[in-house]
């Protein structure tokens, strides 16, 4: 890219509406960024006066933009993609040095991302490679125009945000010592400086010129203030205390009425954002119970009392409510705050003037309800990253029921037999009134729950059945959907949060009044219904399902017709509806299976209508575990349904392939995987032609790609191992192994199908494994990670126990000599000492070391031989008294279960439904000590005196070992001599 004027155009180009032309700006600009130097030219572009103009601001988007994505992309490139070119030092090094000086010339839509591109280098480079950072930053805090200093200080905010919800450590403390020392000075005297500026013109109307961006520059002082201290009271902190405590109380106080937009509902005004800051760093300070505070505390309790009470219903005072809230239910609960609240007038204050107002439903709350469901039942039954009013009142009634429960359930059940008593005289027109009070209700009931397993204790001063009789039910049971649809989903909620205090036969009576509900035409009534119904089939008791098969076998009919009516409606794909099937149709089970046609169609008919537009991962994926745990009661009671499977999902799953939609590929691959390992006579004719394809580059280039294509090429090999060397396909798989081998990320699946090429087709890879174990070698030289180190120990027990010690020896020191030896002693014994292998893993170690020590000659012949012959016993030995039935992990247990906690990557998500325990190769060996054991006698005997004092010094006077070597020889009947 020779000039500027190219550059101007192919960012200009990257806008147009064109795909063709975008797409050519786009490789051009790719293509440019690999060569040094570019980085600078985009900065000059952006510091080019004229692209200041207003006619420029597209392109001046389109810039800044583009070099905080190169910045994004090229800083720290990915080490699993080697074509992405990292920026050149050089480059590196004039970035750095202009960079802070340039963000503060350039207009604020150019600073902002300026201020990201700084916050990523930081990331990588600060402090260590990027020393006039900081300083660079502070000097900027003496500029004259505030927003300048409001950039710098929004990026030293982003930058500092890494102390923050982090362990403490050497490194983090030795970090945190330094930006201390360049910034802790320099903040206070800004803080006052910008501080006095802002309370000398509070009172003027209209406000100033730069007041709300000197507020905004206080606030982020705070946030630096909060990043700063979250880890520990810094000494100067401490000592400038009463300087810091007095500001923040004053602005606990102040008032900008020139900075009010009375119009204004949503959108906090400046100051308003200022306070919350400040409550957070109180709520931070009263959390640690610093010394320090506690003098200001009483001071500022009563200040944020009193800004609470008046703060208004309107959402743009949401944020510094509920920080208010959340500070006083943080003292509140605390024994050595009692005395601060015994009062008897201060909690019925608290629960009058506080909870009420704050608990009761608004307006903004029932536009939410209707128009926007999904952001109301995020906040309301998920709990959202940004808290609500209503449930910071909760958690501050909880905070006040763990200091003073009697007096608070009693002041709280005086308002809900009030509410309820208004609420009876006029139904219609007052259902808020009982909406507050199920709310209520629910805040001081509750002693110990959990998002799973819901409550575990109730307050015994709550009568939850009675209320549930008299209150609950007469709402679950009513059938009109439209009349007060807000306190009916309160209603089912009621139910979600205490079904673990229902009794079986309650549970029963109540699933048909939730089915009903299911049919409500309001989204969030018939959300929290399915929600309810699916954690009502996870609740156990002693780990039985107390709402099991039998339980749910009535209901099925009614309850899949109305989940599949939300399923089919207009409306957005609904997670918790398809999460519901899920869990009914596992607890079903086997009662399935008869409807197995009409389910599987009902659920490629949802697949079908998302795949033109994916848009909730939540959904896909519970709709794929719908798919796969009707495979599993189907095909893992007779495996012959896979047959018919692959004719129901065959042709769905080729739409996905060929339409390629990225977020189901890796979900279609695991199906593939699950139904081909049911299949009882290797591979279908559907399946052999699919194979070509799974072995192209192309396809592995995805990542999310990549674990479940694994996954099935495993099954292809376990299924058809013979029929797919003998079509020539060997070649291919390797080649998929070296691309997997390649790549840091990749390295646990190219091990598990390289694992699997053994099992299933020994002979045919042992032509090939000199230049397997070439490629493996070169990875463990340029880079010995803890992970590759034990995946390469796995690899050597397992081609040990498949073929023999003296192939091993043989193929390693063909590469060179003595390697065998060197990687016995320097990495395989030495790895088998960590703990972590799985219990299949640790067999397998077993039977390799025994062939290792008893069938290996070889190995005593080398020098240094028989000290690695010790060291190995010694070390087999403590696999074996570790105790093999102890050591299973997730890869062997059968953890499908419960797919309640499902966690999801950007990628690949894995289906637990379709997932299988980690296949044993050597499942014909129950006992592998007993092979042991049968191999050191038939050693010793051999040549009597000289193996039994070797065995006995490497067991290295461990009681416990030598029990277990005890134990073993008696168990197979042998002796050592």
């Known amino acids: 890219m020779a000039d500027k004027d190219h550059l101007k155009g192919y960012l200009i180009q990257t806008l147009s509406p064109d795909s063709v032309i975008r797409r050519n700006a786009e490789a051009n600009l790719e293509t440019a960024q690999t060569v040094v130097g570019y980085p600078i030219k985009v900065l000059e572009l952006l510091a080019d006066p004229t692209i200041a103009d207003p006619s420029q601001a597209a392109l001046r988007q389109a810039a800044s933009i583009h070099f905080k994505n190169l910045i994004k992309k090229r800083w720290v490139p990915d080490d699993d993609d080697p074509s992405i070119v990292p920026v050149a030092q050089p480059d590196r090094d004039v970035v750095k040095t202009h960079l802070i000086d340039l963000m503060c010339k350039v207009t604020p839509d150019v600073q902002r991302q300026f201020g990201e591109a700084v916050s990523i280098i930081a990331a990588a ?21 505030i927003n300048v200093v409001v950039g710098c200080l929004t990026t030293a905010s982003s930058i500092l945000k890494r102390f923050r919800y982090v362990q403490r450590n050497d490194e983090l403390y030795k970090v945190l010592a330094y930006v201390l020392g360049e910034l802790q000075e320099p903040l206070l005297q800004l803080f006052q400086a910008t501080s006095a500026d802002v309370r000398a013109a509070a009172a003027v109307i209209p406000s100033p010129p730069g007041l709300a961006a000197r507020v905004e520059a206080l606030r982020i002082m705070c946030r630096i203030f909060f990043s700063l201290n979250w880890q520990d009271l810094p000494e100067y ?113 608290i629960v009058s003037n506080i909870v009420v107002p704050n608990i009761k439903v608004r307006e903004v709350d029932v536009e939410s309800f209707e128009d926007d469901p999904a952001d109301f039942i995020l906040a309301d039954m998920e709990g959202s990253d940004s808290d609500t009013r209503r449930r910071c009142c909760c958690e501050l009634l909880r905070s006040m029921c763990r200091q003073f429960e009697k007096e608070t359930t009693a002041l709280c059940m005086e308002h809900v037999q009030g509410m309820l008593g208004e609420f009876a005289s006029d139904p219609v027109n007052k259902w808020e009134l009982k909406d507050a009070s199920i709310h209520l209700v629910l805040a001081v009931a509750v002693r110990a729950e959990s998002a799973a397993l819901g409550v575990s204790q109730v307050n015994d001063g709550v009568d939850i059945i009675d209320f549930f009789t008299r209150h609950i039910l007469p709402e679950l049971q009513d059938t009109n959907h439209s009349l007060r649809p807000m306190v009916k989903a309160d209603a089912i909620k009621f139910v979600h949060t205490f079904r673990n205090q229902f009794s079986v036969e309650q549970l029963c009576a109540l699933m048909p ?14 959300t929290y219904a399915a929600a309810c119904v699916e954690r009502i089939l996870t609740t156990k008791t002693a780990g039985v399902n107390r709402f099991g098969r039998a339980q749910v076998q009535p209901f099925l009919e009614p309850m899949f017709t109305a989940f599949f009516k939300i399923v089919a409606s207009p409306d957005p794909e609904n997670e918790y509806v398809m999460k519901a099937v899920m869990r009914t149709l596992f607890v079903a089970g086997e009662d399935i299976v008869p409807v197995t046609q009409m389910m599987i169609n009902k659920l490629t008919e949802a697949l079908g209508l998302v795949c033109k537009n994916p848009s909730n991962p939540h959904y896909n994926h519970y709709l794929f575990e719908s798919i796969a745990v009707l495979i599993r009661s189907a095909c893992g009671s007779d495996p012959g349904n896979t047959t018919a499977f692959e004719e129901l999902l065959f042709p769905p799953f080729q739409t996905v392939l060929q339409m390629d939609v990225a977020e189901f590929t890796p979900y279609v691959f695991q199906v593939l995987a699950q139904l081909l390992e049911y299949r009882p006579d290797g591979l279908s004719e559907a399946y052999v032609g699919l194979f070509p394809p799974l072995v192209q580059p192309l396809l592995w280039e995805r990542k999310g790609n990549v674990p479940a294509l694994t996954r099935l090429l495993q099954a292809y090999l376990k299924k058809g191992a013979a029929q797919l060397v003998q079509q020539g396909f060997l070649m291919g798989m390797l080649g998929v192994f070296q691309k997997l081998i390649s790549s840091k990320a990749n390295e646990v699946d190219a091990f598990l199908f390289l694992g699997t090429l053994i099992e299933e087709v020994p002979s045919d890879m042992l032509p090939h494994m000199k230049t397997i174990f070439n490629i493996l070698l070169l990875r463990l030289k340029s880079g010995k990670s803890v992970r590759f180190q034990r995946l390469i120990t796995v690899f050597f027990g397992l081609f040990v126990a498949k073929f023999d010690g003296v192939t091993f020896f043989e193929q390693a020191n063909n590469l060179q000599d003595g390697l065998g030896m060197m990687l016995l002693a320097n990495v395989w014994i030495p790895h088998l000492r960590e703990d972590g292998f799985s219990r299949t893993e640790a067999k397998i170690q077993v039977l390799a070391l025994t062939k290792l020590l008893c069938d290996t000659p070889f190995l005593l012949a080398q020098p240094n031989g028989a000290q690695a012959w010790e060291a190995a016993v010694g070390i087999v030995m403590k696999v074996l008294t570790s105790d093999l039935k102890a050591k299973a992990t997730n890869a062997d247990a059968d953890d499908v279960a419960d797919p309640g906690a499902v966690s999801f990557d950007a990628a690949y998500s894995r289906l637990r439904f379709a997932s299988v325990p980690a296949s044993d190769p050597f499942k014909e060996i129950t006992d592998p000590g007993i092979l042991l054991a049968q191999g050191l006698h038939r050693l010793c005997a051999s040549q009597p005196g000289k193996f039994a004092p070797v065995i006995e010094r490497a067991m290295q006077g461990d009681e416990k070992v030598l029990g277990t070597l005890q134990t073993m020889m008696v168990s197979a009947g042998l002796t050592l001599v």
């Open 513 to 526: 009044l939730l089915i009903f509900h299911l049919g409500a035409p309001g989204v969030v009534v018939h």
């Open 237 to 349: 902190f401490e000592d400038h205390m009463g300087q810091w405590m007095e500001m923040f109380a004053a602005y606990l106080q102040l008032e900008i009425p020139g900075l009010v937009d009375s119009d204004e509902e949503d959108r906090p005004d400046p100051l308003n954002k200022l306070q919350a800051a400040v409550v957070d760093i109180l709520v931070l300070y009263a959390s640690k119970d610093e010394e320090p505070f506690l003098p200001f505390l009483q001071n500022f309790t009563s200040l944020i009392w009193n800004l609470l009470i008046k703060c208004s219903p309107l959402p743009k005072h949401d944020a510094l409510a509920t920080a208010l809230i959340r500070f006083l239910s943080g003292i509140i609960g605390k024994q050595m705050h009692r005395a601060l609240f015994q009062d008897p007038a201060s909690l019925r204050q």
């Open 125 to 145: 480079d600060f402090p260590e490679k990027w020393t006039d950072l900081l300083p660079g930053l502070v000097r900027k805090f003496a500029s004259d125009d």
